[in-house]
């Protein structure tokens, strides 16, 4: 891995993007907060991380 910039976006099971955090990362981990009340929803939530070189989608469950 090298310094990159880099994307994360939220969204819900429609596929309506609830929230997108960029920014510029060192190599190697990483790490952000997010609370349930800044996606404003609970139950599945997909995420996508992006980089120059780098995608993936994954999901999390996000509970009362």
Do not use: C, H, W
């Given at each position: 891995?090298?310094?990159a910039?880099?994307?994360?976006?939220?969204?819900?099971?429609?596929?309506k993007?609830?929230?997108?955090?960029?920014?510029?990362?060192?190599?190697?981990?990483?790490?952000?907060?997010?609370?349930?009340n800044?996606?404003?929803?609970?139950?599945?939530?997909?995420?996508?991380?992006?980089?120059?070189?780098?995608?993936?989608?994954?999901?999390?469950?996000?509970?009362?």
């Amino acid at each position: 891995p090298e310094d990159a910039e880099a994307s994360i976006q939220f969204y819900d099971v429609t596929g309506k993007v609830l929230k997108t955090i960029k920014g510029s990362y060192k190599k190697g981990l990483n790490a952000i907060e997010i609370t349930k009340n800044e996606l404003g929803i609970t139950g599945i939530i997909y995420y996508k991380l992006e980089t120059g070189v780098f995608t993936q989608t994954r999901k999390m469950i996000s509970i009362n």
